[in-house]
């Protein structure tokens, strides 16, 4: 099993900028990619960035140049740094973690972009 703990989501204004990070513990030594994905009321979950543990970066259209996925293999950790943010981009935040056959999500954090 592995357990996603998610921060960092908020309010901010169009313009602003939020850094998401997401702790993985537990059985961790499986996983070969993490992500995040987001899904805003009446749509569906969308894989927002992920990231192979070959370093190997993915991301939607939508955040191409806008966000960007990290980690930190030491600590465990997920980060998604996200700039020019939009009141499309409102939505709850979710960590993934996967393995070969199963995948793992955090309960999420809501990131609201408003004046």
Known sequence: QVQLVE??????????????????????SRIYAMGWYRQAPGKERE??????????TSYADS???????SRDNVKNMVY???????????AMYYCNAQERITGYWGQGTQVTVSS
């Open 7 to 28: 921060s960092g989501g908020g309010l901010v204004q169009p313009g602003g900028s939020l850094r998401l990070s997401c702790a993985a513990s537990g059985s961790i």
């Open 80 to 90: 998604l740094q996200m700039n020019s943010l939009n009141v499309e981009d409102t």
């Open 63 to 69: 955040v191409k140049g806008r966000f960007t996925i």
């Open 47 to 56: 894989l927002v960035a992920g990231q192979t543990n070959s370093g190997r």
